[in-house]
């Protein structure tokens, strides 16, 4: 594959996972642990929108940094950066939502608006919006900004067909999972464009993650399955751990060296 990398930039390893079953899991579960976990620092430990927002952006930047100094893609940094921009991005929606009153219609427009601007400023600079070819700085921010707005736009998205459409946290996952098949389908047997698949996929994973860890956490009086956040944030977190643990003995080697040719 040529990649044709921008005069400047720096070359390095890919520093996104192969798309496999692996990382369709991890990634629906780390979605599940933002919207449970945000709940427990925010109601359990009494901790306030506020308060839980300041220390989970201060660990996002942290790991956020050290996921960009990496020449390379690192199992257990990539997804401990994934699981908590997962917890900001539905904070950031909360926050709007409970202490600023912005409707969840118009949460979920604006961040639906700002992710498809930064596909524009991202395939405008780099001719490319796939997640084969992060081998550059500039490119990986452009990936965790798309990455932090599928988050917010998600949790917007899914409280939206929850609790302000009145559908319940089953039908939302149901519905949410559907159109997730859809789409899976329509990229294996009719061919769909790679790219916009796995995006529209991505995307559509947040709410369903977020339905399934609203489903397993509330109470049954809400029509959730009553297993509390502290339950729910435990047994996924124990999950991805598990699952990054085996990716990272058993991972093989699934990135390439970027061709000496085109640093030339």
């Not at 009719?190 to 956490?217: E, M, Q, V």
């Not at 699952?243 to 640093?263: C, F, G």
């Amino acid at each position: 594959m040529n990649i044709q990398l921008s005069e400047g930039t720096k070359q390095m390893l890919n520093k996104v996972p192969e798309v496999t079953l692996w990382f369709w899991l991890i990634k629906i579960m780390a979605t599940t642990v933002g919207e449970t976990a945000a709940d427990f620092l925010n109601f359990n430990l009494h901790l306030g929108l506020g308060g839980t927002s300041g220390i989970m952006a201060a660990l996002l930047a942290v790991f956020l940094l050290m996921q960009l100094r990496a020449r390379k893609y690192v199992p257990w940094l990539y997804w401990t950066a994934v699981v908590l921009i997962s917890i900001v991005g539905t904070l950031i929606t909360d926050n709007l939502v409970d202490n600023f009153g912005v409707a969840l219609q118009t949460t979920t427009i604006f961040f639906g608006t700002a992710l498809l601007v930064t596909f524009v400023a991202w395939y405008a600079c780099e001719k490319t919006l796939s997640i084969h070819s992060i081998v550059t700085t500039r490119r990986e921010l452009f990936y965790w900004a798309a990455i932090l707005f599928t988050f917010a736009l998600g949790t917007a998205a899914g409280d939206l067909a929850a609790e302000g459409l009145n559908l319940g946290y089953l039908n939302s996952a149901l519905i949410f999972g559907s159109l997730i098949g859809v789409t899976t389908v329509a990229y294996y047997l009719f061919n769909a464009n790679a790219i916009a698949a796995f995006w529209i996929a991505y995307i559509l994973t947040r709410p369903l993650g977020a339905s399934c860890g609203d489903l397993l956490s509330q109470p049954v009086v809400n029509g959730g399955l009553g297993l509390g956040t502290v339950g729910t944030t435990a047994l996924f977190l124990v999950a991805i751990a598990a699952m990054v643990a085996y990716l990272t003995i058993n991972r093989k080697k699934s990135v390439e060296l970027i061709p000496d040719q085109i640093l030339e």
